[in-house]
């Protein structure tokens, strides 16, 4: 139908080109989360992290991460983007907070903060998910992987983060006190 | 048995006597825990104050609130107090994260905060705890009431609360993004 | 000059009327900041409120608010508004950590949140700035006025604030210790 | 005279004796602090840390920190121990917050937390606190090192802190995001 093709200009939703063309202008809010599964007292035991195929070909790690909507409220926004990131069975338990453990603030050129992006300046609330169920990760993501606290926190893993995140993957850890 | 009435002095445990000299001497560290009710993506929906008979036999309200044993963690010091006063089948979820939402410095004198107690010199951090199961308070507690946030905000309630606790309760709110 | 009609398309500044499409199809990234007068132990004393006369003429209250630029970081875009609302000798601290106490989210439509801007969907992430010099708001502002914590967290207070922001400013009190 | 030694039982201060007697039966509260230097938009640049002969002799680093005495609030231990520790000139700005950073809990004995401490069990209110002015420790420290966020985290300062506190060290570099 043709009506798919010409959106609504009030629709919220914008075309690839609008899209493109925005990025170089507003900075673009983004939601992500790091999946952690807890024991019993709460105690983050392990961390996921998403491994996948950047557009350069080889393989990085990364978190779940979405845009949000025109109309979506953050809560919205998280939630559809850990089921689109780790399926519809994971079970993730939103925060009571609204607060972020941290916001991270990503530039396309030489970054005055630890993170990048080539795309756009986009500023992230980040938030700490734990996940009950089973994660079955969709789209261009690869596999979630399971880390220790200990393994996350490490120089390997993050340098294999994309876009600086390793060091907002260290300061989920610091928020729920299992930093080493 | 006399060993129960002789405890060892690296037992950790205090005679009513030391207990009350201690009170003194020292400040007294607590856990508080507000009870609540999410929705599926996280919101707090109610929120949970325990009625009881204070020692001057009028009926006031509290939150969970206990203190923290020589050797214990603050999780198990929380667990063991939402256990106490709210049975074996509220099924707590404690935070992932070790940092309260504020800390309540209640004093026996003239308080430079907003908070008294004329036992002691506490210091309580005080979590947001959501609970998933069935409450059947113990102990000295009546009843668990449950509140929605705007009824828990109320002066009228704030005025029922032990020590001052109304600041604290609507500072638990305020913390979850639901204070009016 | 005609250069200052005919925007660079990358230059990250938006025309009106492109600003007023863009507020149709994405949320805007605002910060916010509820001015402060510390003591000597940093305890809060006083809070500031803006006031001001709104589209439809009547007097309102507000917080220092406004618009993430792109390319700029949060601590620019917070600065920048705090001089625009406060002047220049205000000397503003801001705080070391990036973690807002709070994020507003405004609806347009009937608000799902406690906020709400019949221009834009905007998330507003929202700090408590120290200010140690003097206060002279420029532009639209009339007037800042200094209330203490009890003066503004009231009801009367609150009923003035724009868009739903007395909940905000009772949330700042909250997170610096001093709502009642 | 003899009234120094005989203290009064009601006056919060223990004698040494007794404080060895409590440490053993109870939890101690304790405040530490992180000193930091910001920029004039609050960025954290240089972290302080104290060099100290440990009592077994060897060259170790650790944090401003102490006891919370009876009837003293966290905010007076706070100024009183950093200005124990950096001197009077240090002007401390203590955060508007009483929520800390983190709260590290030390135990004597195989420690179910990061920390330990094997005189007691303490649980310690971590805070950053920018300083303006001139340090000059005094007491058993030997010596202030402001290091840069980086060395700050590194590997071979984290094992240099006592107790664990280099985890302690990284979750304020965290809170204030500038962890690497």
Chains 1, 2, 3, 4 share one sequence.
Not at 19 to 33: G, M, S, T
Not at 78 to 104: C, I, N, T
């Amino acid at each position: 139908m043709a009506s798919t093709r010409t959106p609504d200009p009030d629709s919220g939703w914008l075309s690839d080109e609008e899209l493109a063309q925005v990025r170089r202008r507003l900075p673009i809010l983004y939601v992500e989360a790091v999946p952690v599964r807890v024991d019993g007292q709460g105690v983050v035991t392990e961390v996921g992290a998403l491994l996948r195929v950047n557009p350069a070909g080889s393989i990085t790690r990364t978190l779940v991460s979405g845009r949000v909507m025109y109309g979506e409220t953050l809560r919205d926004a998280l939630y559809r983007h850990l089921e689109k990131d780790l399926g519809p069975m994971a079970f993730p338990q939103l925060p009571a907070s609204p607060v972020p453990f941290s916001v991270a603030e990503y530039f396309p050129f030489p970054s005055p903060t630890r993170f990048d992006d080539d795309r756009q300046h986009a500023v992230a609330l980040a938030f700490v998910v734990p996940v009950t169920g089973t994660c079955d990760p969709r789209q261009d993501a690869l596999e979630l992987t399971w880390l220790t606290p200990e393994e996350a926190a490490s120089d390997r893993v993050s340098n294999e983060m994309e876009g600086g995140r390793g060091a907002l993957l260290r300061t989920a850890l610091a928020s729920v006190g299992v930093l080493p």
